[in-house]
């Protein structure tokens, strides 16, 4: 996001690089509304009223809140905890060698390092307080791949051994989990539960690694990172123990997604937003970290293939509610999206603490 995408505390509003503006009551979080906990075992149940039982309740967040907890989702923690083991090696590097896979090495796309105070994604006096690290869907790491001699696009570091692997060991799992999760919203937007078989042969399936350190400065002078929506389908957060995630509801108040100890925080995104209609919610959230913690978070972006239109879900539009977005590719909305956002970033030479 831009520094043009002013978040004004006065105002107290945000314009987003989707267009969309959202106003909130107050800029401080509070717990006084709640985001669903769902039980996603009933996912893999032979059972189709089991999955269509879960897919109702996923249905009624995405389109309340845009926002939900799962639990019971069958990946052991121990991948989790090797990608914040690798996270915070990586980030303990030098500056020097992080630069060495800085994000403008690739244009148009979103994998590499994004360095500590390069983004100001709403205004905010401070520039955002937190870096990150990028890498994209590999074909050689997808078990269903169906083209398994597609180049990779992502950069990595050279000498940080087990980097990689640590990393792609926990996004084989979670790009598993989200093929399941897939079958699961097709059900709850009342589709047959193979509709978007064909989207996710080869999905758009990137991740990344973030590091926050404890921000001094207030949440009306500076955020970890902007208010913000994703741009892909759905996305998968984990988060350590710290808090400072915080979503912003319909009612315009930010609530605090507090971590709940082994689950994942789901999210709707843009391009599931565009193709439902408006029907499932993609919804603005941030973080502030105040825990006293460096904080740690790896989201998983899960959306379609890059080549395939992003059409209208034909159970979101009708005579009476037509389509409100014009249909283009998912690729075409992804670069898009990358180019606004990286082109917010101060230029390296232009680089300084703002303090």
């Not at 002013?6 to 107290?12: E, K």
């Not at 121990?78 to 244009?107: H, I």
């Not at 921000?215 to 970890?224: V, Y």
């Not at 590719?329 to 030479?349: C, L, P």
Request: net charge negative; aromatic share 12%.
């Amino acid at each position: 996001m831009s520094a043009t995408e002013t978040l004004a505390s006065q105002a107290r509003t945000v314009t987003l690089h989707n267009g969309q503006v959202f106003s909130f009551n107050s800029n401080t979080a509070s717990t006084s509304e709640c985001i669903p906990i769902i039980n996603v075992s009933r996912i893999y149940s032979d059972d189709l009223e089991e999955r269509k039982a879960v897919a109702a309740e996923i249905r009624e967040a995405s389109k309340d809140i845009g926002f939900f907890y799962m639990v019971n989702h069958g990946i052991e923690p121990g991948y989790s905890e090797e990608a914040f083991q690798q996270a915070k090696r990586f980030f303990a590097l030098s500056e020097e060698k992080k630069m060495e896979v800085f994000t403008g090495l690739v244009p148009n796309e979103y994998v590499g390092f994004h360095p500590m105070k390069y983004y100001n994604r709403n205004g905010w006096k401070y520039q955002d307080l937190s870096e990150a690290f990028n890498w994209a869907y590999d074909a050689a790491q997808d078990p269903e791949a169906v083209d398994k001699s597609e180049e990779p696009i992502s950069i990595w570091p050279n000498d940080l051994p087990g980097f990689r692997e640590g990393l792609y060991a926990y996004h084989t799992q979670l790009l598993q989990l989200s093929r399941h999760l897939t079958r699961i919203f097709a059900l709850a937007l009342h589709l047959p539960e193979d509709y978007f078989d064909e989207y996710i042969k080869r999905p758009e399936a990137g991740m990344r690694i973030l590091h926050y350190p404890e921000q001094m400065h207030s949440a009306d002078e500076q955020q970890g990172i902007g208010a913000h929506t994703d741009v892909e389908c759905f996305t998968i957060v984990t988060q350590d123990d710290s808090g400072g995630l915080e979503v912003l509801s319909k009612r315009g108040n930010w609530i605090k997604a507090d971590p709940v100890p082994g689950s994942f925080v789901v999210n709707i995104a843009d391009c599931f937003m565009r193709q439902t209609n408006d029907f499932f919610v993609s919804t603005v959230h941030r973080v502030i970290n105040k825990s006293g913690n460096e904080r740690y978070s790896a989201p998983f972006f899960f959306g379609f293939d890059r080549k395939k239109l992003l059409e209208p879900v034909p159970t979101c539009v009708s005579a009476d509610n037509p389509m409100k977005y014009p249909v283009m590719t998912g690729g075409e909305y992804y670069k898009w999206r990358t180019n606004k956002q990286k082109s917010s970033g101060v230029k390296t030479e232009e680089k300084q603490v703002i303090e």
